[in-house]
Each structure stands twice: as structure tokens, then as C-alpha cells.
């Protein structure tokens, strides 16, 4: 499923139904107090936000390319503000295994143990997101068969610097909000059903001292002869990439809001 991930997930949940009753009938300026922050690592980066006040179940949120969780609004009309990483991007790096196998390195033996935590380091070809990215991952591919050639011959010595190689190339891989933004940004083009979303606004913005990006669009529900306010916003933090969607009706948005406003990025 491409951008749009989290809103079209909630999309499903409208059109079966989900909630029952209307909204808070709460104006934007008297929105709720925000619950105090948590700290949340999905995928290797910590993200720390205030969480929705209660009548906001949560839940986990898997879908889309994206790890993180979601918050339904109980007693609404399906309201739903989600946040998360998105591990398509955080994948591509494959340090973190290379670093496994090295701390490893000395319980390996020829055989399976070997072969599968070495499938884990090699880097993806496929769809890269900068010119720079197909370039690492040629080096760190490059490195990784050359690693498990000398393996098999027995050179440990050899095999071991050529992981730590293939880590060094690995870690020179980093991404901005500029490499992304194109292959994740919503667009009605992008959905199943293109005629019922309508975009009303995009705006550069900045979320934790981090570029942003910020979509709005509207989300028509034939079923409930209802239409949805939905906003979606972008933020890179050391090469992840987080992603905030919010559905529902308009004076929920300044829940959403706030707890965008309230993101930090721990150190």
C-alpha cells in the first residue's frame, strides 16, 4: 500500500462500521489536555510524543511499510490518529546485522548459522531511493560475498574484514526528507479509490528542529454520506522516516496537532 497507509487502513475500519455516536462537539480551542509523553523505538530510532487524552484506545499499527501505533477515538465516528517508522526505509540499512555478525563473528561455524545471519546483511538492489544508495549497496554486497568466499576457504581473518568493510560502507548510508518525500507523499492518484480524496493544502513545515512536510486532503465515505478531514505529516530523523495521519472530523485536528507539536527525538 503506498502513502496514504495508515488513513486508508482506518478507511476499511469507517467502512465496516467502526464506531458508533458522533464526534466530541469539542471546538479546536477546547480540545483536550494531551496524556504525558512515551517514548516508542519500532525499528532502531526513538521518537518520544504526548499520547491522546483518554476515550483514544490504542492500538498497533503494522500496515503499509509502517511500524508504530494508532489511536482510535472510542464513541466516534471511526476517528483515528496514527504515528510510526517507516520500515521500508529503515530496512534498506543493513547495519545493524552487519554489527550482529561481527559481535558474533567468533561462534560461527560452516553451516546455517552462518548462511542465515548473512543473507540478513546484504543490501537491497531493488527501487532505491537515491543514486548514492545503489552505489553503498553495490560496495556492501560486494563486500558481504567476498566475507563468506573466504569463510568457506577457511580464512576467518579475511571473512572478518570484509564484514567490518561491508559495515563501513553500510554506515555512509543516509537519507533526508528530500530523498523520500516523492515515493511516500499522498496523492488521491495513489489509492484504490482516487475520486473520494480531494487535497487542500501541503505545507513545508518543522517537527522536532526536523524539516517536514505536511498534506491535507479530505476522505469522502459514500456509505456514511460523510466526509472526513485528514492530514498526514513527513519527518526524517537519522534516516528514518516518521509518519503521522490523522482521520476524523475537523475539531479533532487539534489533537493531532498538539501531539506533533509535542514530538521530541530522544539523544
Known sequence: MLPGRLVASIFLVLLA???C?????????????LSPPETFDWIGEAISF???PAGWRREGETGGGVKGVRFVKERSVGEAIGLGDYYILAERNRSSYLEEMLDNF??????????????????HTDTPFTARESEIAAAVNRAVSQADAAFRNRDRVAAKSYLEAALAQS???????DDVIDRVEFTPERQQ???NYHVTGRREAVIAGEP?????YTVNVPDRARTYAAREAYVVHNSHLFICSFI???ESLAVFDAIIASIEFPE
Do not use: M, N
Not at 455516536?21 to 489536555?33: D, H, I
Not at 517536514?212 to 491535507?216: K, M, Y
Open 171 to 177: 554506515q555512509r548510508l543516509e537519507f533526508s526528507l
Open 106 to 123: 567468533d561462534s560461527y561455524d560452516a553451516g546455517f548459522a552462518w548462511d542465515r545471519a548473512l543473507r540478513k546483511t546484504y543490501a
Open 212 to 216: 517536514a512536510v505536511i498534506v491535507d
Open 50 to 52: 504526548s499520547i491522546p
Open 21 to 33: 455516536g458522533s464526534g466530541s462537539g469539542l471546538s479546536p480551542a477546547a480540545a483536550p489536555e
Open 193 to 195: 479509490e482516487p475520486e
Open 17 to 19: 462500521g467502526a464506531g
Open 248 to 250: 476524523g472530523l475537523q
